[in-house]
């Protein structure tokens, strides 16, 4: 993959597609980039160049735990990306900590987005206990209780040190404490608009997103239907597109139900940008 210095940080992208107008995806998670390329494929096979990249701290991109909030320093990074590769403005999409990018940035930089695609929204309060413990806390104590070693040893890091050793000497270099209180800035960013319908985005800032938008809510625990039809409701443009109808409260994620409707998801945004392009 190609690689972009950005903001001091080395991010891994890959462009599929040769023409049309440019759609940044991105997943879910700590994922790297792989997670949405079949999904980018499908839109880059409709005639769109899709930019999948891994985030920092993610994939084969560097390590920097550093300013206030996880989100905000990546869509940072999306912005100085899609500068550099000269695809501004393009449509931005994401999946759970992905849509909450999209959102972001469509919020700090708005002439940076053509639209908005959308899918598992985040929000509820059983989801921002889990992701606080799974981004944040579980950090903070695996640091406390074991120094960078154990932080090294958890199933995130030690999956990113597989793909680019580089990240383990970088983490062992850093002081435990000085990672904790990194984490605890983030945590307590987090916390701070993980209470909205929404997570990390408030009604007021909802509806001052004009940009056409579509959104397909999700259907487990963690991205129950709730939040999507609230951005839905909220957002001047949004479209609703239910591309799960059953709910499966029996799952945090159900990542299974996503792969099997893949192609419903890829068409239904297909049609989206395709009406688009033609106002």
């Known amino acids: 993959m190609p690689v972009e210095k950005i903001r001091g940080v080395d991010i891994h992208y890959e462009i599929l597609g040769e023409r049309g107008p440019f759609v940044a995806l ?13 999904l980018g494929g499908k839109i880059a096979e409709a005639g769109y160049r899709v930019i999948v990249y891994d985030r920092r701290n993610t994939g084969a991109s560097s390590i920097a735990i550093e300013g206030e909030s996880e989100n905000d320093e990546w869509a940072e990074d999306l912005h100085e990306l899609l500068g550099k590769l000269d695809a501004l403005p393009a449509y931005i999409g994401g999946s759970s900590s992905g849509c909450r990018l999209a959102m972001i940035l469509a919020l700090r930089r708005p002439e940076d987005v053509r639209g908005l695609l959308l899918w598992r929204v985040t929000g509820g309060a059983y989801a921002a206990e889990r992701l606080t413990n799974q981004y944040y806390t579980s950090h903070i104590d695996a640091a406390r209780q074991g ?40 945590r307590t960013s987090f916390l701070a608009g993980a209470d909205h319908p929404v997570i990390g985005l408030t009604p007021a800032q909802l509806r001052s997103m004009t940009m056409p938008t579509c959104i397909a809510p999700g259907n487990d625990r963690v991205h129950p239907r709730l939040p999507g039809q609230v951005a839905h409701r909220l957002m001047p443009n949004a479209e609703y597109h239910e591309v799960l109808t059953e709910d499966r409260m029996d799952l945090d994620v159900a990542f299974e139900d996503w792969e099997k409707e893949e192609g419903l998801l890829a068409a239904t945004f297909i049609d989206f940008l395709r009406r688009q392009g033609r106002r």
Do not use: Y
């Open 147 to 186: 120094g960078m070693n154990a932080v090294c040893a958890m199933e995130h890091w030690s999956e990113v040190i597989k793909i680019n050793p580089g990240v383990r000497t970088a983490l062992m270099g850093m002081d435990p404490l000085d990672f904790i209180a990194r984490m605890e800035r983030w």
């Open 26 to 38: 991105q997943p879910g998670g700590r994922r790297a980039g792989a997670g949405v390329r079949s």
